[in-house]
């Protein structure tokens, strides 16, 4: 496995690859990887000749007083897991490289980004949309791989993709949780131990969610304001936000119809964890 942090190296690996007729796919990352990420990897092995998992701390999608400084890094062991997990190369650049001088193209959206993450990281969404499609361009994958987790970007790269017309699928894959139910994260290394059992809320709360859905309460405010009252429980918790929302266009809705995407952003301590589930009637 290879290991590169320059554009122009990315492109002629890659332009060989497509020349030789192979597929490519494509798995983006901030790092720090976990079971979550390496899923997605084995599956980006099974579905594509060649696999890239690209490894950056995108400075772009981080508000100003995020965890940008303190976000977890370590390319040793990220490089293990992909070597491990049948990856053929991974990108690492730099910011510098990413973002020349004078860099001041952007890729936005109106609509799909103002609700649930939009509303609280105002910015994070234009972060993540260029950067996507920057490592798109780089990579020009065939197939590309984004976890259910953070399930409004994985809304958000689909729309783009489609909109912009861009020969890819996007690929969505489920949620990787701990055996105790919370949804891995890289974030979840910043809790303590008390945080970390206070976090669970989160897995509790969207059990809870679930089953009243499935036990056939179909008013919204009923089952959100049932699971604002479970996280409000926590002591350590603090909410940012639990919504429904349609999947396909992520607006706010008032009844349970169609394809539906329940999710929450919650604070244990200084930390910010998300978590969601989909639901469909
Ligand atoms: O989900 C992430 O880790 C990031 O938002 C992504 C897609 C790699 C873009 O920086």
Redesign the pocket.
Known sequence: MELLHNIEEVRNRVRSWKKDGFSVGLV???GYLHEGHQSLIKKAVEENDKVVVSI?V?PM?FGENEDLETYPRDINKDSKLCDETGADLIFNPEPEEMYKEGFCSYVDMNGLTTELCGKSRPIHFRG?MT??TKLFNIVTPDRAY?GMK?AQ?LCVIKRIVKDLNMDIDVIGCPIIREEDGLAKSSRNTYLNKEERKAALILYKTISLGKDLLVSGERDVNTIINKMKDNINKEPLAKIDYVEAVDLETVEKIDVIKGKVLIAMAVYIGKTRLIDNFTFEC
């Open positions: 983006p990352t901030m950056f995108n999608q993540v950067v996507v984004f953070d970007q």
